[in-house]
């Protein structure tokens, strides 16, 4: 098991609600990463975070934003939600952007 | 656009077999192959991984053989047991890092006893 920890396990929506996702990286790393897995797909990124600062973003569209805070878990947030957003959300942390990242247990998250 | 394809989608392999994974990239740029195992319900842990300076790693049963010419590469394992049973994705980066990690779609193995 990571140190890497997740809430909620399971979430389900309503198309056009707003959801958070939490993360609580493992003790002493200060980047995390987060990552959408849909259905039988690989976990495809959607930005990471380094002290604090959003350091790099895939293929997502803004209503898709993030924090991190200062003991450096991490939220993401997902606004005006769709049915294709019906998804595996990985959180991943690591000492820095450089090094082995290990992922949590997923929130899986339905829309319906 | 998928930047990395992995075959095949399902693999069925008997106890004590070879079980091989295959992946092919199109970027150039990336440098950096892990290879992660994805039990259900749980997030991906990163099994091995290598960098294109080398044709082969080898961890225990677990192998990575990589063509850089051909733009691919395939995981191999050993004496493949019923605790091997899960799903397994090819990954690749830039940067020789975790960073960004562009993943395949994933195989499911299945070891029979």
């Known amino acids: 098991e990571t140190g890497v920890t997740q809430s909620p396990t399971h979430l389900i929506k309503t198309r056009g609600q707003q959801v958070t996702l939490r993360c609580s990286s493992q003790?002493?790393?200060?980047?995390v990463s987060w990552y959408q897995q849909a259905l039988g797909q690989g976990p495809q990124f959607i930005f990471q975070?380094?002290?604090?600062?959003?350091?790099g973003r895939g293929n997502f569209p803004p209503r898709f934003s993030g924090l991190q805070f200062p003991n450096y878990s991490s939220e993401l947030n997902v606004n005006a939600l769709e049915l294709d957003d019906s998804a595996l959300y990985l959180c991943?942390?690591?000492?820095?952007?450089?090094?082995?990242?290990?992922f949590g247990q997923g929130t899986r998250l339905t829309v319906v | 656009q998928q930047q990395v394809k992995q075959s095949p989608q399902s693999l069925i392999v008997q106890k004590g077999g070879i079980s091989i994974i295959n992946c092919a990239y199109e970027?150039?740029?990336?440098?950096?192959f892990p290879w992660y195992q994805q039990f259900p319900g749980k997030g991906p842990a990163l099994l091995i991984a290598?960098?294109?300076?080398?044709s082969e790693k080898k961890e225990g049963r677990f192998t990575i053989s990589f063509n850089k010419s051909a733009k691919q590469f395939s995981l191999h394992i050993m004496d493949s047991q019923p605790g091997d049973s899960a799903t397994y994705f090819c990954?690749?980066?830039?940067?020789?890092?975790?960073?960004?990690?562009?993943f395949g779609k994933g195989t499911l193995l299945t070891v029979n006893p």
């Open positions: 991943a942390s690591s000492t820095n952007r450089n090094t082995e990242a290990f």
């Open positions: 003790s002493g790393h200060n980047t």
């Open positions: 975070y380094y002290r604090e600062e959003e350091n």
């Open positions: 970027n150039t740029a990336f440098d950096y």
């Open positions: 290598i960098r294109p300076d080398v």
């Open positions: 990954a690749a980066s830039k940067g020789g890092s975790n960073y960004k990690l562009t």
